[in-house]
């Protein structure tokens, strides 16, 4: 059974209880369960994990090959704006990424208007609530599809 993984970067351990207009109300729990009943009617696994460190989501993406998973839905927090060197981990794999973020970060602040792990991800999904993580699901799922049947 195919496996993906779900990464989560600084902060969002504080889901439901951070900034809840922002955010939602939902808990990071409540992003498992959706996630997790997701991946049942796809058929496929899901594997989570969440770290308000940069290196730990560097080592996690680095292993997630390893680990077996098929493809990367992460959320890199306030990373997404300046963190380079998880630019350059995501680079330096071969499995498929979408960034996700709950909040338009479009429409926010100036400094959250630009996302430099963008342009190495498969694709980018941002304003739509914990939905956002669904959807990457299904356009990861989408694209193997597509590959397999290129093949």
Do not use: W
């Not at 796809?42 to 098929?70: P, R, T, W, Y």
């Not at 794999?93 to 342009?119: G, K, Q, Y």
């Not at 991800?121 to 609530?129: E, M, N, Y």
């Amino acid at each position: 059974m195919k496996k993906y993984l779900v990464l989560n970067g600084p902060n969002l351990n504080l889901l439901g209880q951070r900034e809840p207009g922002i955010y939602g109300k939902d808990s990071i729990k409540t992003l498992m369960a959706r996630m997790e009943a997701a991946a049942r009617e796809h058929g496929v696994a899901i594997g989570f994990f969440q770290s308000n460190h940069e290196g730990a989501l560097i080592d996690k993406l680095h292993a997630a090959g390893d680990e077996g998973f098929a493809g990367i839905i992460f959320n890199p927090g306030a990373f997404t704006h300046y963190s380079y060197a998880l630019r350059d981990a995501i680079s330096a794999i071969r499995l498929p990424v979408i960034e996700v973020h709950i909040s338009n970060i479009h429409a926010r602040e100036e400094f959250r208007h630009h996302s430099v792990t963008a342009a190495v991800a498969r694709g980018q999904i941002a304003g739509l609530g914990l939905y956002g993580y669904e959807l990457a699901l299904m356009a990861l799922l989408e694209a193997e599809k597509g590959e397999e049947e290129r093949c």
